[in-house]
C-alpha cells in the first residue's frame, strides 16, 4: 500500500488583521487573515532582545517589521487592519514597523480593555 500525502497549497492572501498586544514587558504581533487564523506571530524575543530590551519602543518595531516580511513573502500579503491592544510603551512603534515594512494600513483600532464600573474596590487602608 502506496501512502499518498497531500501537497498542501501555498494560501494567497493578499488582506489580513494584525493584532498587537502591548504589555509592559513586551509586545506581541500576531498577523491573520480575515477570517482570524493565524499566518504569523512575531515578538522581540523573535528578533533577538531579551530581559528589559523586550519592553523597548525599538524592539517592537523590529519584531513588527520581522513579522510583516514573513507574512508578505509567504503569503504575499499587502493590506491590514490594525487591532491595538494594551498600555506598552511598544503600541505606537509596532504599528510604525507594519508600516515601515511596506503593509497598507486601513484602519486602526484600539481595543484596550477599559473597566465599566465592574468588581467593588478595595476598601482604604486606616490611618
Same mark, same amino acid.
Given at each position: 500500500?502506496?501512502?499518498?500525502?497531500?501537497?498542501?497549497?501555498?494560501?494567497?492572501?493578499?488582506?489580513?488583521?494584525?493584532?498587537?498586544?502591548?504589555?509592559f514587558?513586551?509586545?506581541?504581533?500576531?498577523?491573520?487573515?480575515?477570517?482570524?487564523?493565524t499566518? @504569523?506571530?512575531?515578538?522581540?524575543?523573535? @528578533?533577538g532582545?531579551?530581559?528589559?530590551?523586550?519592553?523597548?519602543?525599538?524592539a517592537?518595531?523590529?519584531a513588527?517589521?520581522?513579522?510583516?516580511?514573513?507574512?508578505?513573502?509567504?503569503?504575499?500579503?499587502?493590506?491590514?487592519? @490594525?487591532?491595538?491592544?494594551?498600555?506598552?510603551?511598544?503600541?505606537?512603534?509596532? @504599528?510604525?514597523g507594519?508600516?515601515?515594512?511596506?503593509?497598507?494600513?486601513?484602519?486602526?483600532?484600539d481595543?484596550?480593555p477599559?473597566?465599566?464600573?465592574g468588581?467593588?474596590?478595595?476598601?482604604?487602608?486606616?490611618?
Amino acid at each position: 500500500m502506496a501512502k499518498t500525502t497531500k501537497k498542501s497549497t501555498k494560501k494567497k492572501v493578499l488582506s489580513g488583521m494584525a493584532m498587537i498586544q502591548a504589555t509592559f514587558n513586551n509586545t506581541i504581533i500576531t498577523l491573520t487573515d480575515e477570517e482570524g487564523k493565524t499566518l @504569523v506571530q512575531g515578538s522581540p524575543a523573535v @528578533v533577538g532582545f531579551s530581559g528589559a530590551r523586550r519592553s523597548t519602543a525599538f524592539a517592537a518595531t523590529k519584531a513588527a517589521q520581522d513579522a510583516a516580511e514573513k507574512a508578505m513573502k509567504k503569503y504575499g500579503l499587502k493590506e491590514i487592519k @490594525v487591532f491595538v491592544k494594551g498600555p506598552g510603551s511598544g503600541r505606537n512603534a509596532a @504599528v510604525k514597523g507594519l508600516d515601515a515594512a511596506g503593509l497598507r494600513i486601513t484602519s486602526l483600532t484600539d481595543r484596550t480593555p477599559i473597566p465599566h464600573n465592574g468588581c467593588r474596590s478595595r476598601k482604604a487602608p486606616r490611618n
